[in-house]
């Protein structure tokens, strides 16, 4: 898995509509692939718990090519001949953003769940609570973080980076909707620990 995102990685960045922007989606998932390495040989996970962390990061690594907001699924649902999907439902701005926000939710449920019970010894109950929690927690901190950064930046990478495409209510939408998924995510989580996180 380390292996396919050093290989998306340079996929990611070659030809990207803003290269600069896209480095700063792309430079801390280099800067934490040899922390990850240490991690993983520390605090061992399950195979499908690495599996969405890798498949989140790729996700990640695929959207900066296009800084998020210019993802073109609208194209591309085009060439197979299907209507606009941000003419079918109505959409007023690019909601890849929200997609990777969801799949965030989504995605870190197992993995966070299955950490707290082999290392900090909860039961699978509080595990999945601090699961919902951590993906509340760290929205907030994403959204803080991506606001501070945005200071420093010129207007046009600002907004390009942050990806809000006008709506001032971006970053608490963002966190809901990872909520969400969080959420959707528990009966999946529910099943993998049943099954046994080995």
Known sequence: MLAVIVCAIPLSVIGAIAPSITWLHVGPVIML??????????WPMSNRAAGC???????HLFAAHWTYSFVPYDDWLAVIGWDP????LSFERNMFDRLVHFAFGVLAIIPCAELTIRYCDLSPRKAATGAVMFVLTFGAIYEIFEWMLTIGLSPEQAGTYNGEQ???FDAQKDMAIAALGALIALPWLRQHLKKGIG
């Open 85 to 88: 999907l941000t003419q079918l």
């Open 53 to 59: 962390i890798a498949g989140f990061v790729l996700l």
């Open 33 to 42: 692939l040899p922390a990850t390495v240490l991690f993983l040989r520390r």
């Open 166 to 168: 006008g709506d001032i």
